[in-house]
């Protein structure tokens, strides 16, 4: 390979030197500045990219090859001389430095001359406008000492799109029918223009004669060529003389472009008749299948294209020698799909040697395409001969998109405490077909940070147009299934569905793959309760505020339990609790804390000062919401021993609190006692919602106050006041998917007749 590309260059480098006498403008100016019997001139300024010539220097894709002169006062050339190079260009009225060099100084060799490549790698370019006096294009400067010095001008195009894409014309041939083995040659001329209409000269064309004939230009057999100063070639096409040359010869001109990557091709047909002009009557055609006869939509990873043979016999079964014109008609018509160019659906296409092929192309849509043959033999304008060739199957390409979801209501128990849910993704081409059935989709799933593990499993490989749990199936979709315990209830996975590509996966090569998450981009799946039981209960059902001894208000520690399906405790469950009545809400704790709010300080007045809730701003150890350290954003109060004393500093950034347990006295190793956290249950956002302990328990403390019960009447003479009875309704909901709630329980407050308290 590497021979090859030095190759390459060492043929790029002579043809260039071939046109050395040209300029790529007659406008652009080369000087040479002659001093002490020394001369510097440019002889070649010539647009180049990778190693080939082209028609313009474009910044990002194309430079100048640059070649100087160093002579003496004799005209010798001077060798090792060394030469370096500037460039510049007039911006405003000020000239600023524009593009680089590959090397900024050359040593002359034996032919005094150096080389040298100029390009521009980015900016605007600089293109000479010719209606003012001065050259706004890209000068450079070769100097040779302090005072020897040539310049040379040149345009650079600031982007591709100024010049791109070229047009490619061949004339007709002269003559358009050539008798076979006469060496009377059929003459064409092609022709190269820019975007802008200005001939693109000095560039390599390739021509091809195909399998009948050769091309000449001046007595020499040649495959390329080089534009002229007009964009032009001209050449004459010779048949091989051979019998089997009889029929349509077509003659092609290509310019592939070596860094946009992009070609522009032209044609002509020449007609080469039999010199006996043997007549020959067509009398049936035939279309073998097409091979192959199975291709994809465009840009779907596999062979796009096939061809469609038509054969035309006459009445002895012999193929038809003459040139005669098919139609080919597709039908039905596919979006995008078409006959040897885009666009085109109905076509004639001369045979050779008895046969005529054109090519079906896919377009965006998979289906079944077929093509409908005709022969009009004696040219009359009617077509007596039609046939039609077997059906091309186009497919949908590989995958490009892919969508999965997930169906919680379809959660069903499999037995042992476990569940299973069905997930689905459907798999498209790039033009949103479902690909072909059998594409393997791969499944995972993985837990939410700050959560490392989740009881939960997907099964990890299924495939397009498998069955779901109801055993039916579908083009395109890939059914799988959630399967997780009682642990996992209420928790969030981030489930994951991969396909892959036209790419991959192979060995040695990145696979191309396809991924998504389910819920798009939040990727998150809740893991359902199944209903099993949310019961409520408290700890008192009857209060009176007036006896034994009078109260304000009481707390009532309600307690809400949750099974699953199985009778298994449902553990970090969301439970949220309601009440007619409530005054405030607060959190059952073994250990206290300091009602301060975020600052830890007492009547400052700041965020969650006396909420009857352990306030924080969950941000972990470094107390900044931008780290993702231990403790951040996991819904706990967290302590951390910072100092490495092995005493934890019992508070995030919040409200302390005493580590000392359910009786909240140090020494009495009760639960909760010296052990880095705070104990008990507690409210997310301070709102009235508790997760489930290890027994499926959720905790909170209502709050009543005394003034439920409403004054009724005073009695003038003892001054007893009597009240109405007042009975508060409690529930609690579980807040994950499916949402369940408790039965209401009813507590009985009551204000018995007293002294105390009246209006």
Not at 90 to 110: C, K, M, P, W
Not at 120 to 128: I, L, Q
Not at 346 to 370: E, K, L, W
Request: proline share 5%.
């Amino acid at each position: 390979m590497i021979t090859k590309i030095i190759k390459l260059i060492l043929v790029s480098i002579s043809i260039i030197l071939a046109f050395s006498s040209l300029s790529c403008d007659d406008r652009k100016a080369s000087n040479t500045v002659t001093e002490e019997g020394l001369s510097l001139s440019f002889i070649l300024s010539q647009p180049v990219a990778n190693g080939s010539t082209v028609g313009e220097a474009i910044v990002g894709y194309a430079g100048v090859y640059l070649i100087v002169e160093l002579r003496d006062a004799d005209g010798q050339p001077v060798k090792g001389g060394v030469v370096t190079f500037s460039s510049k260009v007039l911006q405003g009225s000020t000239y600023s430095s524009y593009g680089e060099f590959d090397v900024n100084s050359v040593t002359t060799g034996s032919d005094g001359r150096a080389f040298v490549t100029y390009s521009a790698s980015s900016g605007g370019g600089a293109v000479d406008n010719p209606t003012t006096p001065l050259f706004e294009n890209v000068e450079v400067i070769a100097y040779y000492g302090e005072n020897v010095e040539a310049s040379s001008r040149f345009d650079v195009y600031g982007s591709k799109d100024d010049v791109w894409p070229y047009t490619f014309t061949m004339t007709s041939p002269t003559p358009e029918e050539i008798t076979l083995a006469a060496e009377t040659p059929s003459n064409l001329t092609c022709r190269l223009l820019n975007k802008s209409g200005t001939p693109v000269r000095n560039v390599i064309v390739q021509l091809d004669a195909g399998e009948k004939g050769y091309i000449e230009i001046d007595d020499n057999v040649v495959s390329s060529d080089t534009t002229n100063n007009n964009g032009e070639i001209s050449f004459s096409f010779q048949d091989y003389g051979e019998q089997e040359n009889i029929g349509i010869a077509i003659v092609k001109a290509t310019f592939q472009h070596p860094s946009i990557n992009s070609s522009v091709i032209d044609s002509s047909t020449i007609s080469i008749v039999s010199e006996v002009g043997l007549v020959q009557e067509c009398t049936y055609v035939e279309i073998p299948s097409s091979v192959p006869d199975n291709i994809v939509v465009k840009d779907g990873g596999g062979i796009e294209s096939t061809s469609i043979k038509a054969k035309l016999y006459d009445d002895n079964d012999n193929l038809i020698d003459e040139p005669r014109l098919v139609r080919f008609v597709l039908n039905p018509i596919m979006e995008g799909t078409y006959l040897e160019e885009p666009g085109i659906t109905d076509t004639s296409v001369y045979t050779v040697n008895g046969i005529a092929t054109v090519s079906v192309n896919s377009g965006i849509t998979p289906g079944t395409v077929r093509v409908e043959v005709s022969v009009d033999c004696d040219e009359d304008g009617d077509y007596e001969i039609n046939a039609n060739a077997v059906p091309v199957i186009i497919a949908s390409g590989a995958p490009y998109y892919i969508e999965p979801e997930y169906d919680p209501n379809s959660t069903t128990p499999i037995g042992g405490g476990f569940y299973k849910t069905q997930c689905a993704a459907i798999v498209y081409d790039k033009w949103y077909n479902p690909v072909e059935d059998s594409t393997y989709v791969y499944w995972s799933i993985d837990p939410i940070a700050p959560d490392t593990l989740i009881d939960a499993f997907v099964e990890g490989i299924s495939f397009t147009g498998n069955e779901n749990l109801d055993g039916d199936s579908n083009s395109g979709v890939a059914y799988s299934t959630l399967v997780y315990s009682t642990d996992a209830i209420g928790d969030f996975g981030r489930v994951k569905a991969t396909t892959f590509g036209s790419d991959g996966p192979d060995e040695d090569t990145v696979a191309d793959s396809v991924t998504a998450l389910i819920n798009e981009d939040a990727g998150d799946a809740a893991l359902f309760f199944l209903p099993g039981e949310l019961s409520l209960t408290a700890n008192a059902t009857y209060h009176d505020f007036s006896l034994p001894n009078p109260t304000e208000e009481v707390e009532i520690t309600v307690t809400a339990i949750l099974i699953d399906f199985y009778g298994n405790p449902v553990v970090d469950a969301p439970i949220s609790f309601v009440g007619t009545g409530v005054e405030a809400w607060r959190e059952v704790g073994y250990e206290a804390y300091d009602d301060f709010g975020v600052d830890g300080s007492n009547g400052t007045g700041d965020f969650g000062e006396g909420n009857g809730c352990f306030s924080w701003r969950d941000y972990g150890a470094d107390d900044s919401s931008q780290t993702t350290d231990m403790g951040t954003f996991n819904e706990t109060h967290d302590s951390f021993d910072l100092d490495g004393d092995g005493i934890h500093d019992v508070a995030e950034v919040s409200e302390p609190f005493d580590d000392f347990g359910v009786d909240q006295i140090e020494g009495t190793n009760d639960l909760g006692e010296k052990n880095g956290k705070w104990d008990g249950y507690s409210m997310i956002n301070c709102e009235p919602i508790v997760r489930t302990d290890q027994d499926g328990y959720a905790r909170i403390i209502a709050v009543f106050p005394r003034e439920l019960c409403i004054w009724q009447a005073t009695d003038d003479e003892t001054g007893i006041c009597t009240f109405e009875d007042f009975s508060a309704t409690m529930s609690s909901t579980l807040l994950i998917p499916q949402i369940t709630t408790s039965d209401p329980l009813d507590i009985q407050l009551v204000r018995t007749q007293t002294t105390i308290g009246c209006p």
